[in-house]
């Protein structure tokens, strides 16, 4: 026998379902089932490197998952700045901008215990200062659409050096 049941608030824990057992019209037996549910534990973590160029693809990777209960319709999203719009997303994103400037993934069910990844590049300005600090937000929602867990990635611009060839001449 399995027992299918909605309960709202989506925010409960526990509940209280009593259950009736019938034969005719007439009750035979009732009793009160507890029904402990365990809240969704959602995260989001990122790696990426700390220091970009310039004019140059930098490569960023998400990582997100479930350490609490079921979750039943979780969305990913990233938000851009214009000098760092996204060029490739694998996966894909269900809905962009076609600016570059945001992405957004519906992930779908998450049990607990599980989770995935996304691999994002982006294209870095060529007219940016050494120094400048490249800010991109994640974030992962819930069912409901309430942000459960951010991070912020921030990549650093600096330039390399060039290294260049020496030819000493035999003088006097």
């Known amino acids: 026998l399995t027992k299918w049941f909605h309960v709202e608030p989506c925010t409960w824990t526990e509940t209280l379902l009593m259950e009736e057992l019938s034969l005719d019209g007439m009750l035979l037996e009732q009793r009160p089932v507890v029904i402990d549910k365990l809240p969704p ?16 693809p930098a490569d960023f990777t998400l990582f997100y998952g479930n350490d609490g209960g079921f979750e039943n319709a979780v969305m990913v999203r990233n938000e851009f700045p214009p000098e760092a719009p996204f060029v490739s997303l694998v996966p894909p994103a269900d809905r962009v901008d076609p600016a570059g400037l945001w992405a957004a993934w519906d992930v779908g069910a998450l049990p607990q215990g599980s989770g995935g990844n996304i691999v994002v590049t982006v294209d870095i300005a060529p007219d940016l200062a050494p120094g400048d600090v490249i800010t991109i937000v994640d974030w992962i929602f819930d069912h409901v659409g309430s942000p459960a867990d951010d991070v912020i990635i921030e990549m650093r611009l600096v330039i390399h050096p060039l290294y260049l060839p020496v030819i000493m001449r035999a003088s006097p």
Do not use: T
């Open 41 to 56: 534990d959602l995260w989001i973590d990122a790696a990426y490197p700390a220091d970009v160029q310039a004019g140059e």
